[in-house]
């Protein structure tokens, strides 16, 4: 999801993995949860305020949410909701 608003391929797979390289190891696996939800993504002030960085915003947010939910709507119908009881969240700010 950080690569959302780079220019190119090569820029986003650049910035994905140094992005990553940042991030803590998971603690759980995915296979722990029993749920999974995509939660929307917020806009600051300055990006709701502007018409135009808002349409970009509402046009990334409807291709991620386009993208994410089948995948985690099967994830959780996989899971069955049996193995655990814990929801991964995923909130883009």
């Known amino acids: 999801m950080l690569a959302g608003c780079a220019s190119d391929p090569a820029r986003r797979q650049n910035i994905v993995k ?3 390289a940042k991030l803590p190891a998971p603690t ?12 929307p993504m917020e806009m ?3 990006v709701a305020n502007d018409a135009a960085k ?3 915003a509402k046009d990334l947010e409807a ?3 386009e993208r994410m939910q089948p ?3 099967r994830w959780s119908a996989e899971s069955g909701g049996a193995s655990s009881a814990k929801t991964l969240i995923v909130q883009r700010v």
């Open 18 to 20: 140094e992005h990553s």
């Open 28 to 39: 759980a696996s995915l296979s722990s949860y029993g749920k999974f939800e995509l939660k």
């Open 44 to 46: 600051v002030d300055d």
């Open 54 to 56: 808002a349409s970009v």
């Open 63 to 65: 291709r991620i949410q």
């Open 71 to 73: 995948m985690f709507a």
